[in-house]
Nanobody, 120 residues
Framework: QLQASGGGLVQPGGSLRLSCAVS????????LGWFRQAPGKEREGVGC????????DYADAVKGRLIISRDYAKNTVYLQMNGLKPEDTAVYYC???????????????WGQGTLVTVSS
């Protein structure tokens, strides 16, 4: 089970931290990815943490602005978003799978999504 939360309305240039609480599976053996889907667009990957938390990778569009981290005690993965832009507006999802990949169909488990709106 994955539970995403933390979305909301933020002004351009602002920051937001999303959380993905994970239960029933181990992040030591699953990669954790963050995706987003804007209205009328396909779901796209924004970043991923490998199983065990050894490495992270980010899409070019968000590199340098988004940071994925993990709280081992809480079994929660975070997506810190800084320097937000209107084009970052989307529903954000977390997903767990065997490995980091941009292919949406290869992820096993999905959270319900949380809406991020960047607007003045």
């Amino acid at each position: 089970q994955l539970q995403a939360s933390g979305g909301g309305l933020v002004q351009p240039g602002g920051s937001l931290r999303l959380s993905c609480a994970v239960s029933g599976l181990s992040l030591d053996y699953h990669a954790l990815g963050w995706f987003r889907q804007a209205p009328g667009k396909e779901r796209e990957g924004v970043g991923c943490m490998s199983s065990g938390g050894g490495s992270t990778d980010y899409a070019d569009a968000v590199k340098g602005r988004l940071i994925i981290s993990r709280d081992y005690a809480k079994n929660t993965v975070y997506l810190q978003m800084n320097g937000l832009k209107p084009e970052d507006t989307a529903v954000y999802y977390c997903a767990a799978g065997a490995m980091c990949t941009t292919k949406v169909d290869e992820w096993f488990y999905w959270g319900q999504g949380t809406l991020v709106t960047v607007s003045s």
